[in-house]
C-alpha cells in the first residue's frame, strides 16, 4: 500500500510570508496528486488535482509541482484565510491521505 | 449549483448500525463515481468507500470491509452508507464526495456519527 508522508507536520509563519508543504509517496505517483485546504468544522476544499493543476476558483498563489514520489504544495503570499491544514491524496484505489501539514499563525 | 446535502448521523451503541444519505443535486449524479471519507475527531481525513457511476462496483477501506455498504439510487440521485457491527473507532464526521476527472470538487457538509454505550 502506498503510504503519504507530509511534512512539516505544522508550519509556523506570519502573513504574507511563502508556504511550501511536502508530500513524499512511498511509490511512483505519477502526477496522480491533489491537494486539499481544510478549516475546522468545514468539508475539504480542492486546491490542486493532477499535481499541479490549480482547481475552479483557486487563487494563484497557490501552486503545485512535482511528480513520481516528490510533491510541493507553495502559497507564495500566505492571506490571513490560507491558515489551515493541508492534505495531499493519491488517485486511485486506496485514496490515501497524507496526514496533514497545519499552517498556522507565528 | 452542485449540491450534495448529507443526512443520517447520530450517536449508536456499539454493534449496532445506521444509514447515512448524500442527496445530490445541480448535476448528473449518474455520470460520477462518488465516495465516501471519514474524520475522527481531531484526526486526518481517511478513505472509506467508493463506488462506480452505474453502481454495480464497490470497494472499500479494509477496516470497514465487510461491515460497511456502499450503495446509489441513480434514479432520486441520492448515495448511501449502509454501516453495521458498528465500533468505537467509527467514530468520525463522514463526508460524501464526486470525484471527477478534475478532481474531487464537491463535498457534502459532513456527519457525525457517535459510537459509544
Known amino acids: 500500500e502506498i503510504v503519504l508522508t507530509q511534512s512539516p507536520a505544522t508550519l509556523s509563519l506570519s502573513p504574507g510570508e511563502r508556504a511550501t508543504l511536502s508530500c513524499r509517496a512511498s511509490?511512483?505517483?505519477?502526477?496522480?496528486l491533489a491537494w486539499f485546504q481544510q478549516k475546522p468544522g468545514q468539508a475539504p476544499r480542492l486546491l490542486i488535482y493532477d499535481a499541479s493543476i490549480r482547481a475552479t476558483g483557486i487563487p494563484a498563489r497557490f501552486s503545485g509541482s512535482g511528480s513520481g514520489t516528490d510533491f510541493t504544495l507553495t502559497i507564495s503570499s500566505l492571506e490571513p484565510e490560507d491558515f489551515a491544514v493541508y492534505y495531499c491524496q493519491k488517485r486511485g484505489n486506496p485514496w490515501t491521505f497524507g496526514h496533514g501539514t497545519k499552517v498556522e499563525v507565528k | 449549483q452542485v449540491q450534495l446535502v448529507q443526512s443520517g448521523g447520530g450517536v449508536v451503541q456499539p454493534g449496532r448500525s445506521l444509514r447515512l444519505s448524500c442527496a445530490a443535486s445541480?448535476?448528473?449524479?449518474?455520470?460520477?463515481?462518488m465516495h465516501w471519507v471519514r474524520q475522527a475527531p481531531g484526526k486526518g481525513l481517511e478513505w472509506v468507500a467508493v463506488i462506480t457511476s452505474d453502481g454495480t462496483t464497490a470497494d472499500y477501506t479494509d477496516s470497514v470491509r465487510g461491515r460497511f455498504i456502499i450503495s446509489r439510487d441513480n434514479s432520486k440521485n441520492t448515495l448511501y452508507l449502509q454501516m453495521d457491527s458498528l465500533r468505537v473507532q467509527d467514530t468520525a464526521v463522514y463526508f460524501c464526495?464526486?470525484?471527477?476527472?478534475?478532481?474531487?470538487?464537491?463535498w457534502g457538509q459532513g456527519t457525525l456519527v457517535t459510537v459509544s454505550s
Open positions: 445541480g448535476f448528473t449524479f449518474s455520470g460520477h463515481a
Open positions: 464526495a464526486r470525484e471527477s476527472s478534475s478532481g474531487w470538487h464537491y
Open positions: 511509490q511512483n505517483l505519477g502526477n496522480f
